[in-house]
């Protein structure tokens, strides 16, 4: 199964933007999927993740203190696809976003596609 991210644009700061990951194939509803950077100082930032736990509900990993309040994380497992919702855009949010998953970007449990470049600038 193939992640691809899309979405990424030029921003002005205080906007949003929603990213978008998508499976090529069927993921278990119970396999974490989520959101990594990589900043302009080349600095690799977890953004967050989620899941069905066992009870059905999703399970939101935490986010980076970064994000907090200004990103959500959401998935629609029928589609296959995960979303990044980015409001209150910030320049030093700017850098490439990658769909992730544990051991991302070694496993290959998944096939990686290509970041989408975020650029919040005015």
């Known amino acids: 199964v193939q992640l691809q991210a899309s979405g990424g644009g030029l921003v002005q700061p205080g906007g949003s933007l929603t990213l978008s990951c998508t499976a090529s194939?069927?993921?278990?509803?119970?396999?974490?999927l989520g959101w990594t950077r990589q900043t302009l100082d080349n600095q690799r930032e977890l953004i967050g993740g989620i899941a069905k736990d066992g009870s059905g509900s999703d399970d939101i990993a935490p986010y980076a203190d970064s994000v907090k309040g200004r990103f959500t994380v959401s998935r629609d497992y029928a589609k296959n696809t995960i979303y990044l919702q980015m409001n209150n855009l910030k320049p030093e949010d700017t850098g490439v976003y990658y769909c992730?998953?544990?051991?991302?970007?070694?496993?290959?449990?998944?096939?990686w596609g290509r970041g989408t470049l975020v650029t919040v600038s005015s």
């Open positions: 992730w998953a544990p051991g991302w970007p070694t496993t290959d449990k998944y096939k």
């Open positions: 194939g069927s993921i278990p509803s119970t396999d974490v």
